[in-house]
């Protein structure tokens, strides 16, 4: 595996991801992709507000795509300062 995708879904079923190289994939479960929240259906912010981060649950992901092997797919949860 070479790249991880911490995936979280939106309001409206779909899946919402960033490809992340292998060598990051602790900082990635400790949050450190961010999404503007203001960009995303669902999630109550303005442009200027904080961005949210996609948490990455480790023991529960790391699967390989079936179609592409080098790429594990992870889920994740999306977190506002700390907080889901």
């Known amino acids: 595996v070479k790249y991880c995708l911490p995936a979280f879904v939106d309001m409206h079923g779909v899946p919402k ?3 992340v190289p ?7 479960c ?4 961010l999404f503007t929240g203001a960009a ?3 999630v ?3 442009v200027s507000d904080n961005e949210v981060c996609a948490v990455a649950d ?7 795509l079936p179609y592409k092997r080098d790429v594990a797919w992870f889920p994740a ?3 506002l300062d700390g907080k889901p």
Do not use: C, N, R, W
């Open 17 to 19: 991801t960033k490809l």
């Open 22 to 28: 292998i060598d990051h994939v602790v900082s990635m």
């Open 30 to 33: 400790e949050g450190s992709e």
């Open 40 to 42: 995303l259906d669902g």
């Open 44 to 46: 109550p912010q303005e």
């Open 58 to 64: 480790a023991a529960l992901g790391g699967f390989p």
């Open 77 to 79: 949860s999306l977190y």
